[in-house]
């Protein structure tokens, strides 16, 4: 294991001196049209993989296979051969189960054939399908919005939308624990940027009496499940706040939609609040409705001026016609059988209580769709996940930087299509797990 461990370390060192090696060459003897050496095409010299190669060894010290990039054999359900067998699935957020429903499938077939597979050309210039309107009228109904807008890709949505709606003079003041487009949208935009402590409105609010007067507009943006945590924000709180200040509220619903309140239509739902309240509702197609793509919801000035300016919507294509009818279908279904929200609650309250009872730390969880089990550092989470995956099920490790080291966790997704029986194995079998987890680290370290 040493062994390993000095090998791992050399092979870093030689990379690092390949690099300065480099460098030094550029600016030293080397006659100015002498071809540049072969290693400064060579992308193994960068950090970034060498991080990864670091990553892979200390895997590889531990006897563990990837978690990442694994073979699915299959729609996304609660059973399906993973790497060639079968395994239980947490790790997908299919949440009502949709994705693979004949209906939801038929409406994407009949799209495909009657109006093509690619928009093959922007919305704006290569004219909309009818798919397209009536997704949007169904969507912005659901946030009780005046309009709706549809992008190829949720994480683009989040990135367009703030980078087209606030600039240097602006104010983005996001959660803690916001989603990895929300930051990176607001980075692009420019603006002035602060992330407050989780649900922590008394900071919010403080903070906001101090700043407000510096900035033109101020954004704030939250979820309405959050995702690594599956815990939701004191809509009304924020409401408020956000009211008394002058501020806009953004909405992501990326796990919120079909998964709270009892007719799927989210956190506004749940919580008793007018959607009419929030200036920005955020959605993807990608969970539950089964399909891929991003929306915003709200007045028809902010889809106008998206629609108009917003360079992932302006200079993308148009969304797929088939992923617009079935997300439009999974919409539809959504609506009509809200006793596959009722299932998705209880699975998801099973979940929690199970989890509890096995003494496993599921940090915010609220008992929905999305329960972390907290492990504590990257390397005790990804072996973890490992070891699941070889006894049958998986779930997958959420690790620095997606979370803070010390918060690593497995992220388990349940829907509405698993049964207790299933989510009990689950537990269980981590629960069993854990000692065997601590015994390698402990034997890795000594
Ligand atoms: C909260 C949140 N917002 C946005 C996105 C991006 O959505 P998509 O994966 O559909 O691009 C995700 C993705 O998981 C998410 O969790």
Known sequence: MSEARAALISHLREAHRGRAGQRGAASADVPKDAPA???????????????????????????????????????????????????????????????????????????????????????????????????????????????????????????????????????????????????????????????????????????????????????????????????????????????????????DEAHGLGVLGPTGRGIAEAQGIDPRRVEIWMGTLSKTLGACGGYIAGSQALIDILRFNAPGFVYSVGLAAPLAAAAAKALEIMLREPERVARLRANGQHFLAAARAAGLDTGHAQGTAVTPVILGHSMRAALASHLLHEAGISALPIIYPAVPEKLARLRFFVTSEHVPSQIDHAVATLARLIPEVDARLAALRG
């Open 37 to 251: 050496p072969a290693a400064a095409f060579d992308f193994s010299t960068l950090p970034r993989y060498q991080a990864m190669t670091l990553h892979r060894a200390a895997a590889d010290m531990l006897g563990m296979t990837s978690p990442f990039f694994r073979l699915h054999d299959g729609p996304p359900e609660p059973e399906l051969a993973i790497d060639g067998a079968p395994r239980l699935n947490f790790a997908s957020y299919n949440y009502l189960g949709l994705n693979g429903h004949p209906e939801v499938v038929a409406a994407a077939a009949e799209a495909m054939r009657t109006q093509g597979i690619s928009a093959c050309a922007s919305r704006l210039v290569g004219g909309e399908r009818p798919g397209h309107r009536a997704l949007e009228a169904a969507l912005a109904a659901v946030h009780g919005a005046e309009s709706a807008l549809a992008f190829v890709s949720g994480h683009a949505t989040n990135v367009t939308t703030l980078a087209t709606l606030v600039d240097r003079e602006d104010l983005v003041l996001m959660d803690q624990l916001s989603h990895n487009s929300i930051g990176e949208g607001a980075k692009l935009s420019g603006s002035h940027r602060l992330v407050f402590p989780h649900n922590d409105y008394d900071w919010l609010d403080e903070r906001l009496g101090q700043v407000r007067g510096q900035h033109r507009n101020v954004l704030i943006a939250v979820e309405g499940l959050y995702s690594m945590d599956g815990d939701s924000p004191d809509l009304a709180r924020l409401v408020e706040i956000k009211d008394r200040h002058g501020a806009w509220l953004m909405v």
